[in-house]
């Protein structure tokens, strides 16, 4: 059995990391590896929360489709988490619309063609 354990252990050891990549509503892909996400069950807004404190970026999903905003301090992100209604919050405090557009990422480069 401890033999049969072993070989377990190896195999997972041995077994590449697959990290998830989503679609954002701009079919932007964003690979989540440095993501830090948490399913949201207690919100009838948000179903999904996902921040990169290095990168300050912010990914949620609403109505099951994935938005980015950038330049989020970690701070507005625990006040998310911890409001009474995330919901809310987020619409009041994040959402593009009335925000002013201040988590606004920045455009792709363009590649310039010859």
Same mark, same amino acid.
């Given at each position: 059995? +401890?033999?049969?354990?072993? &070989? &377990?252990?190896? @195999?997972?050891?041995?077994? *590449?990391?697959? !990290?998830?990549? #989503?679609?954002?509503? =701009?079919?932007? %892909? #964003?690979?989540?590896?440095?993501? =830090?996400?948490?399913?949201?069950?207690? !919100?009838?807004? /948000?179903?999904?929360?996902?921040?990169?404190?290095? $990168? $300050?970026? /912010?990914?949620?999903?609403?109505?099951?489709?994935?938005?980015?905003?950038?330049? +989020? *301090?970690?701070?507005?992100?625990?006040?998310? /988490?911890?409001? *009474? !209604?995330?919901? $809310?919050?987020?619409?009041?405090? #994040?959402?593009?619309?009335?925000?002013?557009?201040?988590?606004?990422? %920045?455009?792709?480069?363009?590649? @310039?063609? !010859?």
């Amino acid at each position: 059995m +401890v033999r049969a354990l072993a &070989l &377990l252990l190896a @195999q997972f050891a041995a077994a *590449p990391i697959v !990290s998830e990549t #989503i679609e954002t509503a =701009e079919h932007r %892909p #964003i690979d989540l590896a440095t993501f =830090e996400c948490r399913d949201i069950s207690r !919100s009838t807004v /948000l179903q999904r929360v996902c921040y990169d404190r290095a $990168q $300050q970026a /912010l990914v949620v999903a609403v109505e099951g489709v994935y938005d980015r905003y950038c330049g +989020v *301090p970690v701070d507005t992100v625990e006040r998310l /988490l911890g409001a *009474p !209604s995330m919901g $809310q919050f987020f619409n009041q405090n #994040i959402k593009r619309e009335v925000s002013g557009g201040r988590y606004a990422c %920045p455009a792709r480069e363009r590649i @310039q063609r !010859s």
